[in-house]
């Protein structure tokens, strides 16, 4: 009796058995590229609409945390403290100013790298914050819109 796990296995190919042709080879190659084609934009406009969602829920998270600076200090930070006396108590002091606020300065950075916009008084209410969005210049459709806080 022999034992067929030890017997070696023929490495040329049986009969019906075969390698794929250079043809198969590129239809596939076409499927996926026309598959990447329409996904790959869609990715990217999924992208863009995830950062300006993300920019929305940061701006009412600092909306909030202004609302709790206004009440330990009795006002809004101005506009030449800015955001950054979430961070610091501003010179020239703050009764009751019990920060930081925040844990991070990052966080006052939108999600395209730019700085946050404050003045206040502002505008619309008490104080404006906006970002200007992906493009950086006011207004815009999309993700170049901006977005802010009123």
């Known amino acids: 009796m022999t034992d067929t796990a ?8 049986r009969k019906g058995e075969r390698g794929m042709t250079l043809v198969e080879l590129l239809v596939v190659l ?29 701006v009412n998270r600092l ?22 006396a979430l961070m610091e108590a501003p010179r020239g002091g703050a009764a009751g100013w019990n920060g930081p606020y925040l844990r991070k300065a ?13 003045r206040a008084p502002g505008d619309h209410g008490p104080f404006d914050l906006w970002s200007l969005g992906a493009d950086g ?14």
């Open 30 to 58: 076409l499927i996926l590229s026309l598959i990447a084609a329409f996904a790959v934009p869609q990715a990217i406009k999924y992208l863009g609409g995830a950062r300006a969602d993300a920019a929305g829920v940061q």
């Open 6 to 13: 030890l017997t070696p296995r023929s490495t040329t190919p």
């Open 137 to 150: 210049a006011e207004g815009g459709d999309g993700e170049n819109a901006d977005v802010t806080s009123w």
């Open 63 to 84: 909306t909030s945390i202004l609302d709790l600076y206004a009440l330990d200090v009795g006002h809004y930070p101005s506009t030449d403290e800015g955001l950054a």
């Open 106 to 118: 990052d966080a006052l950075t939108d999600p395209w790298g730019r700085a946050y916009e404050y």
